[in-house]
């Protein structure tokens, strides 16, 4: 998975056929036999057919998801699968994410992206570059996957090359240059990566005494994704190193879970942020929030107007328009999906005590 083809499914036009999503929880730990998730596709399959309009149309789709998910998945390193089918506009995309997912059935006009988005969202794309005098590497860490890996060599010159001619200071100072021009190098191997395949964040795995000579050698757009430096040696295992990013991972996702609750409580005493089910809910109708700060696992039943998208916690009368409200089983689900689909960002907090006394759920809005 990454942002280029969730950029893509959120572009594509079905033409008004209807399109079906899916997201399935296949993490072996939980779901031991292929029988346990394939019972839990087919409760998804029946209550979508019950309660979505489009289910009739959406048949073909239904039944090539269904042939996917019963045809034996080779489950080693997914842990949540996501399909996305829509036969009369040629789409069929099946991404395989190594984290579990929400189980969702969803038949709509358009992909149901919301949790694909918020995985991309928490799970950021990590770069490290290792080096030392005359080696570097590269590798690109997305949701504990080393996704791209390369690496450099650059032989220092040793004395014996020398034919003796040169005295000490002079191969040192050689050396050095040497070093200097590899570390250059290796800054230039770490862009061209960054070119091709991006990332979020950069970890220097250095000697402490080389982190600050390898940081003036980056490109301006990578000095300001270093996140942090380690000494990792440059003989790492892959398992080391994701490691290390999982760490890393962890203290960002802590200090920008901090950081948004202390401005969501700050823009409570200032009138920009709102905590709460209900006022959430209302400000979200109004297409104030800007982001969306919810506990994760937070669900709770409610209420979705099919006509104008209205969430709310009581109905069935939708407040806004003549029609009457379909009820949900998570309307946190649906406020997350309606929230990124008006542009607004989603952050998900584990273990908040902060968040969970404000309802477990609040918004930075707009205006
Ligand atoms: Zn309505």
């Given at each position: 998975m990454d942002n280029d083809t969730i950029r893509s499914l959120a572009r594509m036009d079905s033409g008004g056929a209807p399109v079906v999503s899916l997201y399935l929880d296949v993490d072996g730990s939980r779901r031991v036999r292929p029988g346990d998730y394939q019972r839990q596709f087919e409760k998804l399959v029946s209550h979508a057919k019950?309660?979505?309009?489009?289910?009739?149309?959406?048949?073909?789709?239904?039944?090539?998801?269904?042939?996917?998910?019963?045809?034996g998945l080779d489950r080693?390193?997914?842990?949540?699968?996501?399909i996305f089918s829509c036969s009369e506009a040629g789409l069929w995309e099946v991404i395989n994410l190594p984290v579990p997912v929400r189980d969702q059935l969803v038949i709509n006009q358009s992909p149901q992206l919301a949790q694909l988005e918020l995985l991309a969202e928490q799970h950021a794309r990590f770069a490290v570059l290792?080096?030392?005098?005359?080696?570097?590497?590269?590798?690109?860490?997305?949701?504990?996957?080393?996704?791209?890996?390369?690496?450099?060599?650059?032989?220092?010159?040793?004395?014996?090359?020398?034919?003796?001619?040169w005295d000490r200071d002079h191969v040192h100072h050689h050396q050095a240059a040497a070093a200097q021009r590899h570390l250059r190098r290796a800054a230039t191997l770490a862009f061209s990566v960054f070119q091709d395949d991006g990332f979020d964040h950069l970890i220097l795995g250095t000697p402490e005494e080389m982190v600050s000579e390898l940081r003036h050698e980056l490109h301006a757009y990578l000095r300001d994704r270093v996140a942090t430096a380690r000494p990792i040696p440059l003989a790492a295992r892959d398992d080391e190193v994701r490691q290390v990013v999982q760490e890393v991972e962890e203290e960002l996702r802590r200090s920008r879970e901090t950081a948004v609750v202390g401005e969501l409580r700050e823009g409570l005493a200032t009138g920009k942020a709102v905590a709460g089910l209900a006022p959430v809910l209302a400000s979200l109708v109004e297409r104030r929030v800007?982001?969306?700060v919810v506990s994760t696992g937070f669900a709770a039943a409610?209420?979705?107007?099919?006509?104008?998208?209205?969430?709310?916690?009581?109905?069935?009368?939708?407040?806004?328009?003549?029609?009457?409200?379909?009820?949900?089983?998570?309307?946190?689900?649906?406020?997350?999906?309606?929230?990124?689909?008006?542009?607004?960002?989603?952050?998900?907090?584990?273990?908040?005590?902060?968040?969970?006394?404000?309802?477990?759920?609040?918004?930075?809005?707009?205006?």
């Open positions: 019950a309660a979505a309009a489009g289910a009739a149309g959406a048949a073909e789709d239904l039944e090539r998801i269904q042939a996917y998910v019963k045809g080693s390193g997914i842990r949540g699968l996501a290792l080096a030392d005098r005359q080696r570097a590497r590269v590798l690109v860490v997305q949701m504990g996957e080393i996704v791209r890996s390369e690496e450099r060599f650059d032989a220092l010159p040793r004395h014996e090359d020398d034919g003796g001619d800007a982001t969306l409610g209420w979705r107007c099919p006509a104008c998208d209205h969430l709310a916690g009581v109905g069935r009368r939708c407040p806004v328009c003549p029609a009457d409200m379909d009820q949900v089983d998570d309307v946190v689900e649906e406020a997350l999906g309606l929230t990124l689909s008006h542009g607004g960002r989603v952050v998900s907090c584990r273990d908040n005590a902060d968040l969970d006394v404000l309802g477990r759920i609040g918004a930075l809005l707009r205006y």
